[in-house]
């Protein structure tokens, strides 16, 4: 792994789930490592040893496993705020690779510190499985969608996901950037590139939501919504 790394001044801003954490007193118990990433680089392979956990500063990245067929199957997206690497607890290797989307930064938690930042920290354990919680949510909801919802709809309650992520970062809900490729969403929702486009064009015309490449302008949030809930297509 090919990183820029160094300890990092834990004293700047956090996000999403540990916005209240205090990283001053973790890392009395952790040493926190900052690890610079640029686009398409990977932070971890699946099969890697499994030794830490990885909070996102900045930046967005990706998280991808072998399919049977073996293809790359996009499990996931992971913001600011979010942790990588807690599918893996319990296991001795990563069950699945992390690759950045775009220029970011990570902190590296080592996870046997963390166990003993655990102990001493209630709060913490408390952060850590609610995230791991949070993420077995997610994973189901989306095995739901893919199952029951249409293009359309699958590609609505995305990007109603993912304005609402921006929404908990203090960002707006209304106007964002798309970080990920338009490939790797379509991968991740398990359809074609070419529905996906297509389904982006069907939202933009029922005046949804407004597109101009990866910048999104949500235009109706009750409509869409309503949308991703299966209630329209």
């Given at each position: 792994?090919?990183?820029?790394?160094?300890?990092?001044?834990?004293?700047?801003?956090?996000?999403a789930a540990f916005a209240d954490?205090?990283?001053?007193?973790?890392?009395?118990?952790?040493?926190?490592?900052?690890?610079?990433?640029?686009?398409?680089?990977?932070?971890?392979?699946?099969?890697?040893?499994?030794?830490?956990?990885?909070?996102?500063?900045?930046?967005?990245?990706?998280?991808?496993?072998?399919?049977?067929?073996?293809?790359?199957?996009?499990?996931?997206?992971?913001?600011?705020?979010?942790?990588?690497?807690?599918?893996?607890?319990?296991?001795?290797?990563?069950?699945?690779?992390?690759?950045?989307?775009?220029?970011?930064?990570?902190?590296?938690?080592?996870?046997?510190?963390?166990?003993?930042?655990?102990?001493?920290?209630?709060?913490?354990?408390?952060?850590?499985?609610?995230?791991?919680?949070?993420?077995?949510?997610?994973?189901?909801?989306?095995?739901?969608?893919?199952?029951?919802?249409?293009?359309?709809?699958?590609?609505?309650?995305?990007?109603?996901?993912?304005?609402?992520?921006?929404?908990?970062?203090?960002?707006?809900?209304?106007?964002?950037?798309?970080?990920?490729?338009?490939?790797?969403?379509?991968?991740?929702?398990?359809?074609?590139?070419?529905?996906?486009?297509?389904?982006?064009?069907?939202?933009?015309?029922?005046?949804?939501?407004?597109?101009?490449?990866?910048?999104?302008?949500?235009?109706?949030?009750?409509?869409?919504?309503?949308?991703?809930?299966?209630?329209?297509?």
């Amino acid at each position: 792994m090919n990183m820029q790394a160094e300890a990092t001044d834990t004293r700047t801003a956090h996000a999403a789930a540990f916005a209240d954490l205090d990283f001053d007193l973790l890392r009395r118990y952790v040493q926190v490592i900052r690890h610079k990433l640029t686009a398409d680089q990977y932070l971890y392979h699946a099969g890697q040893p499994f030794q830490a956990l990885y909070f996102v500063h900045s930046g967005c990245l990706k998280t991808v496993e072998l399919a049977d067929d073996g293809r790359d199957q996009v499990t996931g997206f992971r913001m600011r705020g979010d942790l990588l690497g807690i599918e893996s607890i319990g296991l001795r290797q990563h069950a699945c690779s992390a690759v950045a989307l775009e220029q970011g930064e990570v902190w590296e938690l080592p996870y046997p510190a963390m166990l003993t930042a655990c102990r001493e920290l209630p709060e913490l354990q408390a952060k850590l499985t609610a995230a791991l919680a949070e993420q077995i949510r997610q994973d189901h909801a989306w095995m739901l969608n893919v199952g029951t919802l249409n293009a359309e709809q699958r590609v609505a309650s995305f990007l109603v996901d993912v304005a609402a992520r921006y929404a908990r970062l203090g960002y707006s809900a209304r106007h964002f950037i798309l970080r990920m490729r338009r490939t790797d969403m379509a991968n991740f929702l398990a359809l074609k590139h070419e529905t996906v486009s297509r389904a982006m064009t069907r939202l933009d015309d029922l005046r949804l939501i407004a597109v101009e490449r990866r910048e999104v302008r949500v235009l109706d949030d009750a409509g869409l919504r309503r949308m991703a809930a299966g209630c329209a297509s």
